[in-house]
Structure formats: structure tokens, C-alpha cells
């Protein structure tokens, strides 16, 4: 009798370890889960990611040292920001079977298809999204249709956040992206043609063309001028269209020895709302007003007292 009761307690005994373990593997699924799953062995390979989305189309390729995106100058902190979510994101674990049809349609449809290259080479591909709320992302490989729960260890991140940036978003906000010892001259315009100005360069110091400078607050404006950054820019043909079509505040024309010209146009400065400028580029950039002091100094501002 005793015999039957042990040998039942062990059988007992047996369920219940089998059945810890499978509720420990089922809550615990990280473990069995490859972490490198979506990382790229040696990301200094990767010469272009390219990030397309059912409305848009993002292409950040490497171009000698620098970084362009659609062709133009790329925001340096993206790039790194891109380049650590590609070595640090990792799949927390699979969607479950009831979740996996539906998830991996959505993301076809609606995620951004993210391909690494080198060369000519696709190195990975995979598809980046999550659910409407922006709190928890998934990635899912190309040609296959397991959708996967994303990570960064450590840090409470919309993981795909960054893959669904528009091409607005990536451009680099720095207008004049020059060192200003590097270049020949700078000329300012304003309504008011005695506001206007030109600096020029002798060889060896700046001055504001036809007055006795001031060059502590010439140098002061032109590192002003060099280190001034856009708050953001927006693709809307509309606005610039209409803003082309007027005539501007300020406009900002600068040339580099390189042979390199920029072209700032402002618009709203005596407003207090949003500042707008045009560049070359398409996109407009959106400035702060606050900013706006710094770099639209008229000429007797510079005249030496």
C-alpha cells in the first residue's frame, strides 16, 4: 500500500516538474529565441539601407565619408541612431499562432521593407512595424511569416520608430554646413536695401564691405551663420510654392572656396509665429523665431563705435 502511494506521489510529483518546466518555457521564450536574428555580422560592410514604405521611399547611402539620403546631406546623429538600432534591436520572441497571419499581413502592407546593402549585394532584408499604439514593435524576414516582438536591452524604445522616419526627417539641419573660414563671402539682403550687406575676406581678416567693422561681432555672426540648424524640415509643395511666389524677409547667400554656394530665404521674421525657409533643397526648413536674432543682423550692427 505505502509502495502504490510513493510510487503515485512520484508519478504526481513528475507531472508537476514537467508541467513548471513547460509554463517556464512558454513565459520564458527569450531563451530559445536567436538574438541575432536581425543583426548584420559587420554593419561597416553596409554602404545603403533603403527604407520603403507604401508612400514613401528613403535611400541612405554612403557616399566617401559622408552619409546622403534621396541625394542629399544626411543628419549624422540619424545615421548613428539607425546604425545602433541595426546592432543592439533584438526579437524578444515570436508572435503567437493566433496573432502571426494577421500581424505579418499588416506589416506587408503598412510596415517599411528595410534592405541593407554592400555593393551591389543584398546583405538582409526585413519588414520593420507594430501595433497601432507605437509600443511595441515587431520585424519579420523577408520571404518568410513569423513576425517577431522587438527589443533594445535596457531601454523602453518603439523599437521601428526609426524606420519610419520620412525623408524630411533624415535630412541634415544645418543650413550652412561649412566651416565659414572656409568660405569666400557671404552676402545679406533685406527689404530695406541699406540693411543689406556683403563680407569679404582679404586673405587674412573678414569685414563687412564699405564700413569700419566691428570683427568680434562680425566673427561672432558668422558662427552664428555656420552653426545654424533648422528645427526641422517638411515636404509640402504647396507651402513652398506659395513662399517662392512671395518676396523674402531675409535672404542669406553664402559662397565656399570649394566653389560651393548656400542660399537661405526666410520668411515670417516679423511675425510671431513660425519662421519658414527655403534652401536649395526641397524640403522647407522650420526655424524657431528665437533663433532667427542671431543670424538677421543688419549692417550698422557691425559698424565699429
Known amino acids: 500500500m505505502y509502495r502504490r502511494q510513493s510510487i503515485l506521489l512520484l508519478i504526481t ?124 514593435a515587431y520585424f519579420m524576414k523577408q520571404g518568410e511569416a513569423t513576425p517577431y516582438a522587438m527589443v533594445i536591452p535596457g531601454y523602453r524604445v518603439y523599437v521601428s520608430g526609426i524606420f519610419e522616419v520620412d525623408e524630411a526627417g533624415w535630412i541634415d539641419r544645418r543650413i550652412f554646413n561649412f566651416n565659414w573660414r572656409n568660405f569666400t563671402s557671404l552676402k545679406a539682403s533685406f527689404a530695406d536695401p541699406a540693411d543689406g550687406f556683403e563680407v569679404t575676406f582679404d586673405g587674412k581678416f573678414f569685414s563687412v564691405a564699405g564700413v569700419k567693422t566691428d570683427t568680434a561681432r562680425l566673427n561672432t555672426f558668422l558662427d552664428d551663420v555656420s552653426l545654424l540648424e533648422a528645427d526641422r524640415f517638411v515636404v509640402n509643395k504647396s507651402l ?33 509665429g513660425t519662421v519658414y525657409g527655403l534652401t536649395g533643397e526641397e524640403p522647407v526648413a522650420v526655424f524657431n523665431p528665437r533663433k532667427m536674432s542671431l543670424i538677421t543682423k543688419r549692417k550698422p550692427w557691425f559698424v565699429l563705435k
Do not use: C
Open 240 to 272: 513652398r510654392d506659395s513662399l517662392a511666389a512671395i518676396q523674402p524677409e531675409v535672404t542669406l547667400k553664402a559662397a565656399a572656396l570649394a566653389g560651393t554656394e548656400y542660399t537661405l530665404s526666410l520668411y515670417g521674421i516679423t511675425g510671431m
Open 13 to 136: 510529483l513528475g507531472a508537476m516538474v514537467t508541467l513548471i518546466i513547460l509554463v517556464y518555457l512558454f513565459l520564458n521564450r527569450d531563451g530559445v529565441v536567436n538574438k541575432n536574428l536581425f543583426k548584420v555580422e559587420d554593419l561597416s560592410a553596409i554602404d545603403q539601407v533603403v527604407l520603403k514604405s507604401k508612400s514613401d521611399t528613403v535611400a541612405i547611402a554612403r557616399e566617401g565619408s559622408r552619409w546622403k539620403v534621396n541625394g542629399k546631406s544626411a543628419d549624422a546623429e540619424m545615421v548613428q541612431v539607425l546604425m545602433a538600432t541595426l546592432l543592439q534591436a533584438e526579437p524578444r520572441r515570436p508572435l503567437s499562432n493566433r496573432l502571426q497571419d494577421s500581424t505579418a499581413r499588416a506589416m506587408k502592407e503598412d510596415g517599411v521593407l528595410v534592405t541593407l546593402t554592400s555593393g551591389k549585394e543584398v546583405i538582409h532584408a526585413f519588414y520593420a512595424g507594430g501595433n497601432r499604439q507605437k509600443s511595441q
